[in-house]
């Protein structure tokens, strides 16, 4: 068999997947995979896949917890976390063998191992390096990059002494009291599950609000809502946080509380949430002239070109959207172009829905309230909002709160920011993302109908 290729993916992650297939079973490109980890990557792995499981066996959780408001004597034992890791690590073993017969089917050829990229002459040398030792080199006319990110460690003593999001899903035990570190998406993600699952919660972060990203309405109802449930947020903790290691077993965090004074923390285990880094070094970039930035994210144009002509760059590796749909969607597009001949196909990376597994979920798409004063003046702007309690929690005494945002701007009043919390929230935001990606306004909403009873129908009659 040749080894050359139309098209080497360097990189099996979603976004690497998606673009070699549809280049091999769509266009007939003869197209190859090379990975030096799981078939999946991070999503599959240790991401978004069993993520969404563990979050699953948390609303199981505190559905357990509410029964009796519904009339159900509910006697339950404790959460076998062993059990179902077991479960849920089969599931993802499950998927990966659906991967490898998915390329089997396109007719993509894999290789296992470390890709480093050359140049020779016109074509582009793919050494595929094996833990042993052992090189195998390919040849490719065009070269994608989707080598995705990794979860990084702060550069403080005992830092090795946590673990990261990828240790947390090799946890065979569940920590009965841990601290996570990190205001984002994953740390909030992470404190929500432990929480509901019942381990004792705290979390570490430098504002006094989580997800800071989001729009405001998202960040305090969230925080407000943990703090109620009872996690125990740090705030404005801004000093480096050192680890050391107890007889106990235990894990000592030092810190500087946001009073200015020095604390300590003892906890069964530190997981670290404070951002990812692309895998880009030592793979060759630098030495064939790819433009990075300091941070090694990869500088593309809007059709994923690199500074290298025929090198492409997608998904965690460029300083873009990082989210799983988006590396899928930005490989399919450029396929469709270079091998499809589909002039101008690009993804736009506006108006992308997102959605925060917390508990309660969130959703969002578009300009939070900040971001469109900023973009378009205060004068521009015009907001819509609501709080209250869904019917789900009719005879709960705990409340759990339901709150969505609608920004606007313009006398059309076009909708430019969708922000929803409360239950659900991941799967409206899809539907709801739609019509804002389609340019709808106020009025578009208003127009239409909705459906009682539900909290969505709120979305539909803001005032």
């Given at each position: 068999?040749?080894?050359?290729?139309?098209?080497?993916?360097?990189?099996?992650?979603?976004?690497?997947?998606?673009?070699?297939?549809?280049?091999?079973?769509?266009?007939?490109?003869?197209?190859?995979?090379?990975?030096?980890?799981?078939?999946?990557?991070?999503?599959?792995?240790?991401?978004?896949?069993?993520?969404?499981?563990?979050?699953?066996?948390?609303?199981?959780?505190?559905?357990?917890?509410?029964?009796?408001?519904?009339?159900?004597?509910?006697?339950?034992?404790?959460?076998?976390?062993?059990?179902?890791?077991?479960?849920?690590?089969?599931?993802?073993?499950?998927?990966?063998?659906?991967?490898?017969?998915?390329?089997?089917?396109?007719?993509?050829?894999?290789?296992?191992?470390?890709?480093?990229?050359?140049?020779?002459?016109?074509?582009?040398?793919?050494?595929?390096?094996?833990?042993?030792?052992?090189?195998?080199?390919?040849?490719?006319?065009?070269?994608?990059?989707?080598?995705?990110?990794?979860?990084?460690?702060?550069?403080?003593?005992?830092?090795?002494?946590?673990?990261?999001?990828?240790?947390?899903?090799?946890?065979?035990?569940?920590?009965?009291?841990?601290?996570?570190?990190?205001?984002?998406?994953?740390?909030?993600?992470?404190?929500?599950?432990?929480?509901?699952?019942?381990?004792?919660?705290?979390?570490?972060?430098?504002?006094?609000?989580?997800?800071?990203?989001?729009?405001?309405?998202?960040?305090?109802?969230?925080?407000?809502?943990?703090?109620?449930?009872?996690?125990?947020?740090?705030?404005?903790?801004?000093?480096?946080?050192?680890?050391?290691?107890?007889?106990?077993?235990?894990?000592?965090?030092?810190?500087?509380?946001?009073?200015?004074?020095?604390?300590?923390?003892?906890?069964?285990?530190?997981?670290?949430?404070?951002?990812?880094?692309?895998?880009?070094?030592?793979?060759?970039?630098?030495?064939?002239?790819v433009k990075m930035d300091e941070t090694g994210y990869i500088e593309v144009d809007k059709y994923q070109n690199t500074s290298v002509p025929n090198l492409y760059a997608l998904g965690d590796v460029v300083k873009l959207v990082h989210l799983t749909p988006v590396a899928i969607a930005a490989g399919r597009r450029l396929v469709d172009r270079v091998f499809?001949?589909?002039?101008?196909?690009?993804?736009?990376?506006?108006?992308?829905?997102?959605?925060?597994?917390?508990?309660?979920?969130?959703?969002?798409?578009?300009?939070?309230?900040?971001?469109?004063?900023?973009?378009?003046?205060?004068?521009?702007?015009?907001?819509?909002?609501?709080?209250?309690?869904?019917?789900?929690?009719?005879?709960?005494?705990?409340?759990?709160?339901?709150?969505?945002?609608?920004?606007?701007?313009?006398?059309?009043?076009?909708?430019?920011?969708?922000?929803?919390?409360?239950?659900?929230?991941?799967?409206?935001?899809?539907?709801?993302?739609?019509?804002?990606?389609?340019?709808?306004?106020?009025?578009?909403?208003?127009?239409?109908?909705?459906?009682?009873?539900?909290?969505?129908?709120?979305?539909?009659?803001?005032?």
């Amino acid at each position: 068999m040749s080894n050359k290729f139309d098209l080497v993916v360097i990189g099996g992650g979603s976004g690497g997947l998606a673009t070699a297939r549809r280049a091999a079973g769509v266009y007939g490109a003869r197209a190859a995979i090379v990975e030096c980890g799981p078939i999946g990557g991070t999503c599959v792995n240790v991401g978004c896949v069993p993520k969404k499981v563990m979050w699953s066996a948390a609303a199981m959780a505190e559905s357990i917890k509410q029964a009796p408001g519904y009339g159900f004597d509910v006697t339950s034992k404790p959460f076998n976390w062993p059990e179902f890791v077991a479960k849920r690590t089969a599931y993802i073993h499950r998927l990966n063998g659906i991967y490898f017969k998915n390329l089997e089917n396109d007719k993509v050829t894999y290789f296992h191992g470390k890709g480093y990229v050359r140049k020779e002459d016109d074509l582009f040398l793919v050494d595929v390096r094996q833990e042993d030792g052992s090189v195998s080199t390919i040849k490719a006319d065009r070269v994608v990059i989707a080598t995705g990110s990794y979860p990084i460690l702060p550069k403080t003593p005992g830092a090795e002494l946590g673990i990261t999001s990828n240790g947390f899903f090799e946890l065979t035990e569940q920590p009965k009291t841990v601290l996570v570190v990190g205001a984002g998406y994953i740390g909030v993600e992470l404190s929500g599950m432990l929480h509901a699952l019942g381990s004792e919660t705290h979390l570490m972060i430098r504002g006094d609000t989580v997800l800071r990203s989001f729009d405001e309405m998202i960040q305090t109802t969230i925080t407000e809502t943990y703090e109620k449930e009872g996690i125990k947020i740090h705030t404005e903790v801004t000093k480096p946080i050192a680890l050391s290691q107890l007889d106990s077993g235990k894990t000592l965090a030092s810190y500087v509380d946001k009073d200015g004074k020095a604390s300590t923390l003892e906890v069964d285990k530190v997981i670290w949430a404070i951002g990812r880094a692309p895998h880009t070094r030592s793979i060759g970039l630098e030495e064939i002239g790819v433009k990075m930035d300091e941070t090694g994210y990869i500088e593309v144009d809007k059709y994923q070109n690199t500074s290298v002509p025929n090198l492409y760059a997608l998904g965690d590796v460029v300083k873009l959207v990082h989210l799983t749909p988006v590396a899928i969607a930005a490989g399919r597009r450029l396929v469709d172009r270079v091998f499809g001949g589909v002039k101008d196909r690009h993804l736009d990376y506006d108006n992308i829905p997102s959605a925060i597994f917390s508990h309660p979920e969130a959703g969002s798409v578009g300009l939070s309230e900040k971001a469109a004063i900023e973009k378009f003046g205060k004068d521009q702007v015009k907001v819509y909002k609501t709080k209250f309690n869904g019917m789900y929690y009719a005879v709960l005494e705990e409340k759990i709160p339901t709150a969505y945002k609608m920004v606007c701007v313009g006398p059309e009043e076009k909708v430019v920011g969708l922000h929803l919390v409360g239950d659900a929230s991941a799967e409206l935001i899809q539907g709801f993302g739609v019509a804002v990606k389609m340019g709808a306004t106020k009025e578009d909403f208003d127009n239409t109908v909705a459906v009682h009873p539900t909290s969505a129908e709120e979305v539909v009659t803001l005032k």
